[in-house]
T-cell receptor, first 112, second 117 residues
Framework: QKEVEQDPGPLSVPEGAIVSLNCTYS??????FMWYRQYSRKGPELLMY????GNKEDGRFTAQVDKSSKYISLFIRDSQPSDSATYLC????????????FGKGITLSVRP | GAGVSQTPSNKVTEKGKYVELRCDPI?????LYWYRQSLGQGPEFLIY????????DSGLPNDRFFAVRPEGSVSTLKIQRTERGDSAVYLC???????????????FGPGTRLTVL
C-alpha cells in the first residue's frame, strides 16, 4: 500500500460545477498537506498548503484536512475550463525542509 | 526573477548509455530536490541537497543513480548504464532554508523527459 492514495480519474465536469478531489494517507507523521496543479509538460505548481488539520480557502479553492481520518480534500467552486489540469496531493513531515510524498494525481477536464 | 531551469528538456538515449541531467535552481535557494515522475504517476522523491551535501538520498533506486551539487547551486543527476525502466520525467525543485518547523515552498522546474530506447 502506498503512503498516499489519490482517487483515480480522469474526471470530466461541466463548467460551473463544484469539483471535489480527495486523498488518503497512512503516515501519521505528515504535518503539511499540499495541492499542486500540473499542466501538460510542465512542472507542478503549488495551489495551496495547510498545516495540520483544518480548512483553508483561497478564492474558488478550499482545502480541507482531517488528520483523525487521514483524509484531505480540495474543492473547486465555479470550475472553469482553465482549471483543466492534473491535480496532485502532496504531504510531508514537519521540519524546515523535507521531501514531498505525492499521490498519483487526477486529471480534471472542465467542459465549456 | 527566473524560475528553476532544467536542461535538456528532452533526452533520448540507448539502453546502457550514460546520461547527465542538469538543474539550475532559483538564485539564493539553498535546498534542492530531485524527483522522478513516471507516466500516469505522481513525482517520487530521489535526493535532497542542503547546500553542497546530500542531506537525504534515500530515494535513489540503485547505485546507477548519482547526483552532485559541487558549489551549492547547479546540480547534475547522473544515470549510468541506463535501462528502459529509467524512462520518465526527472523534475528538480528548489526552496529556501529558513527556521525549523516553517513551511518553505518547493518550486519545480519543467523537467527533463528521458527516453531510453
Amino acid at each position: 500500500q502506498k503512503e498516499v492514495e489519490q482517487d483515480p480519474g480522469p474526471l470530466s465536469v461541466p463548467e460551473g460545477a463544484i469539483v471535489s478531489l480527495n486523498c488518503t494517507y497512512s503516515n501519521s507523521a505528515f504535518q503539511y498537506f499540499m495541492w499542486y496543479r500540473q499542466y501538460s509538460r510542465k512542472g507542478p505548481e503549488l495551489l495551496m498548503y495547510t498545516y495540520s488539520s483544518g480548512n483553508k480557502e483561497d478564492g474558488r479553492f478550499t482545502a480541507q484536512v482531517d488528520k483523525s481520518s487521514k483524509y484531505i480534500s480540495l474543492f473547486i467552486r465555479d470550475s472553469q475550463p482553465s482549471d483543466s489540469a492534473t491535480y496532485l496531493c502532496a504531504m510531508r513531515v514537519s521540519g524546515a525542509n523535507s521531501k514531498l510524498t505525492f499521490g498519483k494525481g487526477i486529471t480534471l477536464s472542465v467542459r465549456p | 526573477g527566473a524560475g528553476v531551469s532544467q536542461t535538456p528538456s528532452n533526452k533520448v538515449t540507448e539502453k546502457g548509455k550514460y546520461v547527465e541531467l542538469r538543474c539550475d535552481p532559483i538564485s539564493g535557494h539553498t535546498a534542492l530536490y530531485w524527483y522522478r515522475q513516471s507516466l500516469g504517476q505522481g513525482p517520487e522523491f530521489l535526493i535532497y541537497f542542503q547546500g553542497t551535501g546530500a542531506a537525504d538520498d534515500s530515494g535513489l533506486p540503485n547505485d546507477r543513480f548519482f547526483a552532485v551539487r559541487p558549489e551549492g547551486s547547479v546540480s547534475t543527476l547522473k544515470i549510468q548504464r541506463t535501462e528502459r525502466g529509467d524512462s520518465a520525467v526527472y523534475l528538480c525543485a528548489s526552496s529556501l532554508i529558513t527556521a525549523a518547523f516553517s513551511y518553505n515552498e518547493q518550486f519545480f522546474g519543467p523537467g527533463t523527459r528521458l527516453t531510453v530506447l
